[in-house]
């Protein structure tokens, strides 16, 4: 249940970023609240898998799913760069958080 909640945490970590990148576009009131909730709901699954999984693995992990996803969503919603270097080191850190589930 700890590694289902910290997933989810990094998807509403990608969701808490991807609603800044809103926020900026748009300022109002129901763009920060919704950049509130992602975040909050994010910490929350975080301190709950952090129960069970050691804080560095988690948030490592954490940080992983929501840098790796962020970039993708930039990519394809918008228009940042996809060039073949950038790919690679998406990549890496997306080995390297399996890495961690991996050894944990």
């Known amino acids: 249940m ?3 909640a910290l997933i989810l945490a990094g998807m509403f970590e990608i969701v808490g970023v991807s609603l800044i990148n809103q926020f900026n576009l ?32 988690a948030y490592a992990i954490w940080t992983g799913i929501g840098t790796v996803g962020s970039a993708i969503i930039g990519i394809m ?9 950038r ?5 890496m850190v997306l ?3 399996i890495g961690l589930k991996l050894v944990s």
Do not use: C, Q
Request: aromatic share 24%.
């Open 2 to 4: 700890a590694w289902f």
């Open 26 to 57: 748009k300022r109002n009131w129901y763009s920060l609240a919704f950049v509130v909730l992602g975040f909050g709901v994010s910490f929350f699954l975080l301190s709950f898998s952090m129960k069970t999984i050691p804080m560095g693995t």
């Open 77 to 85: 919603f918008y228009g940042e760069s996809n060039d073949w270097k």
């Open 87 to 91: 790919m690679l080191f998406i990549a």
């Open 95 to 97: 080995g390297s958080v």
